[in-house]
T-cell receptor, first 116, second 114 residues
Framework: AQTVTQSQPEMSVQEAETVTLSCTYD???????LFWYKQPPSRQMILVIR??????QNATENRFSVNFQKAAKSFSLKISDSQLGDAAMYFC?????????????FGAGTRLTVKP | NAGVTQTPKFQVLKTGQSMTLQCAQD?????MSWYRQDPGMGLRLIHY???????DQGEVPNGYNVSRSTTEDFPLRLLSAAPSQTSVYFC?????????????FGPGTRLTVT
């Protein structure tokens, strides 16, 4: 089964600075989808960004961008110009496209603190 | 659209009690799922459904039952609560189990079993 690893339980960043959250995954498949979700203190899970494995171009959404390295099975999230509202738990997730195992698999999460 | 709604938001149970966590979505989504979130473990899939009348087990199904009689509703039943089921529970829905479609999550239920 595919596994998702977030090796940074906690990260902190100064307001207006840039921070990168790491995610690696294990799979033998060539086609799949990757997601980053944000969970603020309200507990609500919010989609930040998604990447399709067959697309070489890295996805971007405003201040959020990813560095997708398919060969290295790495999917890091870069947050530019960090804001206080970015403070949250961030989860990396993987979804297969094959067979019956299409459910999302989540990493353990990274808690991001933003310092004013 | 209300999106995905869950009730209750908080619940305390005694060991051995049973209860049902309610989940509903108004987006006509085919796929619905239940996760539990524990510290340091991310979200783990309990049960899922790909349509009315169709359910299947996820990664951690023991101690839980589900049913899906309508597209909108997907309740999760705890048969005999145990302290190991203390967790935050999320219901989610998606247009499809496959593809790039995001999952929309409910606000979660914090369950404590004493």
């Amino acid at each position: 089964a595919q596994t998702v690893t977030q090796s940074q339980p906690e990260m902190s960043v100064q307001e207006a600075e840039t921070v990168t959250l790491s995610c690696t995954y294990d799979t033998s498949e060539s086609d799949y989808y990757l997601f980053w979700y944000k969970q603020p203190p309200s507990r609500q899970m919010i989609l930040v960004i998604r990447q399709e494995a067959y697309k070489q171009q890295n996805a971007t959404e405003n201040r959020f961008s990813v560095n997708f390295q398919k060969a290295a099975k790495s999917f890091s999230l870069k947050i530019s110009d960090s804001q206080l509202g970015d403070a949250a738990m961030y989860f990396c997730a993987y979804r297969s496209t094959r067979g019956n195992n299409n459910d999302m698999r989540f990493g353990a999460g990274t808690r991001l603190t933003v310092k004013p | 659209n209300a999106g995905v709604t869950q009730t209750p938001k908080f619940q305390v149970l005694k060991t051995g009690q049973s209860m049902t966590l309610q989940c509903a979505q108004d987006m006509n989504h085919e796929y619905m799922s239940w996760y539990r979130q524990d510290p340091g473990m991310g979200l783990r899939l309990i049960h899922y459904s790909v349509g009315a009348g169709i359910t299947d087990q996820g990664e951690v199904p023991n101690g839980y039952n589900v049913s899906r009689s309508t597209t909108e509703d997907f309740p999760l039943r705890l048969l005999s609560a145990a302290p190991s089921q203390t967790s935050v529970y999320f219901c989610a829905s998606s247009y499809s189990r496959q593809g790039p479609y995001e999952q929309y999550f409910g606000p979660g239920t914090r369950l404590t079993v004493t």
